[in-house]
């Protein structure tokens, strides 16, 4: 099966900071969803990621697919006390449904 | 605009008891829907999907089962809970198979 693996599995910045988070797969992915979760909540959908090299952009969180399609990586800017939450990645498994990495814990300090 | 509801928020219950988790979207015709579950330290589990009505493919044999009684609907039961049980599960919903899926609030299930 697929396996995703984020890193870094948690993160402490300071309000304001730059953060990146990656996510990698042992095989190449056709389909990289960003997802941002806050404790006890549902998931948030944030980006599709499909083609290699493809990045997107929405408000300060920036999304990129490398060209072998088996890293991508989450970057936010700037970042504030909103952005705090969990990160997940997922990718398409077996055409069906989604395969989901652990999560980055993300906590913006002021 | 669509929006997936799931009910009850919060449940405690003791082992051996029956659990029924209900689902339900609204402002989408046929959609695809999923039961995740989410414990500690583990990440997203599937548990099952439907592609209709009727449909239900089970990803990892459990305590648990699935049914979908309508277009719209989707259930999480069991017959006896065990103390594994516990955990956050996440209903989801997709248009296309293995497309982005949108997820509901959560319960949050508790087994004594």
């Known amino acids: 099966s697929q396996e995703l693996e984020q890193s870094p599995q948690s993160l402490i910045v300071q309000e304001g900071k730059n953060l990146t988070i990656n996510c990698t797969s042992s095989?190449?992915?056709?389909?990289l969803y960003w997802y941002k979760q806050k404790y006890g909540e549902g998931l948030i959908f944030l980006m599709m990621?499909?083609?290699?090299?493809e990045e997107k952009s929405h408000e300060k969180i920036t999304a990129k697919l490398d060209e072998k399609k088996q890293q991508s990586s989450l970057h936010i800017t700037a970042s504030q006390p909103s952005h705090a939450g969990i990160y997940l990645c997922?990718?398409?498994?077996?055409?069906?449904?989604?395969?989901f990495g652990k999560g980055t814990s993300l906590l913006v300090t002021p | 605009s669509q929006t997936i509801h799931q009910w009850p928020a919060t449940l405690v219950q003791p082992v051996g008891s029956p659990l029924s988790l209900e689902c339900t979207v609204e402002?989408?015709?046929?959609?695809?829907l999923y039961w995740y579950r989410q414990a500690a330290g583990r990440g997203l589990q599937l548990l099952f999907y439907?592609?209709?009505?009727?449909?239900i493919s089970s990803e990892v044999p459990q305590n648990l089962s699935a049914s979908r009684p309508q277009d719209r609907q989707f259930i999480l039961s069991s017959k006896k809970l065990l103390l594994s049980d516990s955990g956050f599960y996440l209903c989801?919903?997709?248009?296309?198979?293995?497309?982005?899926?949108?997820f509901g609030p959560g319960t949050r299930l508790t087994v004594t």
């Open positions: 989801a919903w997709s248009v296309l198979l293995g497309s982005e899926q949108y």
């Open positions: 095989k190449t992915l056709y389909g």
């Open positions: 990621l499909q083609k290699g090299g």
């Open positions: 997922g990718a398409d498994i077996d055409g069906y449904a989604l395969n």
């Open positions: 402002g989408t015709s046929n959609p695809n």
């Open positions: 439907s592609v209709g009505i009727g449909q």
